[in-house]
């Protein structure tokens, strides 16, 4: 790369040519405030104002995250003329938003107050009417509050770059600008597929997750037999509540914090990621043997489900009729565990903690209940989980390392753990696939081919003479092109893997926030590498243990033997899988 000479507040360096000068500056280690700036490009309008400095060719203070760098530059960041103007970018901001701080779930993680602290804003500086706020709440899932948004333009271009979706867009013109849904609808009546991804880059509390820990505390308050599961990626990511390093793995921690906040059984959803694959690879083979409809999608994520019925109403019988794990985990509580234990099934309240903010739709969808009974009653982000233990006072870095509850539902494989990845709900079922048609277990246990983080990665396995081609991807770009493929008849695959968030669970709608200025002793680099961090400590779980293939949890065939036959079977079906239905993009 050509590298070019300029000078930052007098001091001369050599950076790549094309960069910006926020990204120039950051290269040669000066922080320069913004907001509407986001991840290399990805969302740069130049408009909050909050990044001016001064630079020699240019007629007055410019924009940093939109001005290119060239040969002999000289930029001046802390002149008063450029901080007075940055200072009052965030005073014009401020004047405003909605600065009810000390209420909003986004304090300590606000990138507004935090460039508000770093220029010196005064609060109040400007003063006038403000624009007419829109709060939609009618979703399960997302909160919207537009008396704080700052119209940066992220959560549009996360929209458009992860999904292909264009959901959120800009409403109205000059003062009654807005960032909304189109005709300012809320969620619940556009095609939003409820992923969250606006929720992980929005820089304050304009869009957040809709938070159910006062539902859970009413159960506790109520008497009901409280028991929580939680899924394999919020292990990988829970640790950065805390200020630990991205990629930590905190199982021991997690655990030990669940038991404290008074849940009456600490399950891990893994159990259930492993039930997932015997009824999931027992259908594919199905398919394959009785002429079924191929190529089969995988279920487990609701963003993707959801995308599937708005967009591609025609395709729904390739998706794999199995529910996600969580919900089967909750429809085996109120079942077969809460008989074993003497619990009634309504007694029963199921709290899943999960990386996804999705999930907390998807658990109000009609199907997701049997015999009258919800399979999962609540459930809490990462995020959410981390606010609850910081309430209860418990000191998570110092909390000692224990173990999910022994009951039997406790054993998971390997193969429950990398669930939490892009790819690996296919390795999981590949693992136990291989078994079923050889009748042995794979020499090399790991499929690599289908790890990775390319948009779409595909391979072909021999599998006992069955040749099987398979895909996957995460993110709804790529579900298109493959669907698309269906669609016109010339899908060459046998079995399909499609995640709702790019990387899959691990970058889920309801992780910990990845704030580059927010995380000083992370590396510079943090915004290109903490999914694959993430990915790494499930990887590394999935190693260390003993059984790494569903079919040889011992837990499993003892639920088979004792409670639902087989996989696939009529109690099987009754119990853990669902049914999909075309559904109409906007409504009234």
Known sequence: MTKINIKIEGVPYAVEEGLTILEAARACGYEIPSLCAFNHGECSRGSCRVCLVE?????????????????????????PKAVEARRASVELLLSNHNQNCQQCDKNGNCELLHVAQITGAREGRFQGAKTPTTYDELTPTIVRDTSKCILCGRCVARC????????????????????????????????????????????????MEKSEIARVDAAMKAGKYVVVQTAPAVRAALGEEFGMKIGTPVTGKMVAALRRLGFKKVFDTNFAADLTIMEEATELLGRIQNGGVLPMITSCSPGWVNYAEYNYGDQLDHLSSCKSPHEMFGAILKSYYAEKIGVKPEDMFVVSIMPCSCK???????????DGHRDVDAVLTTRELGRLIRRSGINFTKLPDEDFDEDIVHDYTGAGVIFGVTGGVMEAALRTAYFVLTGKEREGIVFNEVRGFESIREAEFDLNGQKLKVAVTSGMKGAKVLLDQIREGTSPYTFIEVMGCPGGCINGGGQPYVRPALLPNEDADILDTYIEKRAAALYSEDERQTLRQSHNNPQLKTLYNEFLGEPNSHKAHELLHTHYSPRVGFDD
Request: hydrophobic share 35%; net charge negative; glycine share 10%.
């Open 160 to 207: 458009q770059n992860a999904h292909g979706m264009g959901i959120l867009g800009f409403e109205n013109r000059g003062f009654k600008t807005i960032v909304a849904p189109a005709e300012n609808r809320s969620f619940i009546h556009s095609p939003c597929i409820m992923c969250g991804q606006c929720i992980n880059v929005c820089p304050t509390g304009a869009l």
């Open 55 to 79: 630079a020699t060719g240019a007629r007055g203070l410019v924009a940093a995250c939109v001005y290119p760098v060239s040969e002999g530059m000289e930029i001046t960041i802390s002149s």
């Open 360 to 370: 907390k739709y998807e658990k109000e969808r009609p199907e997701m209940e049997c």
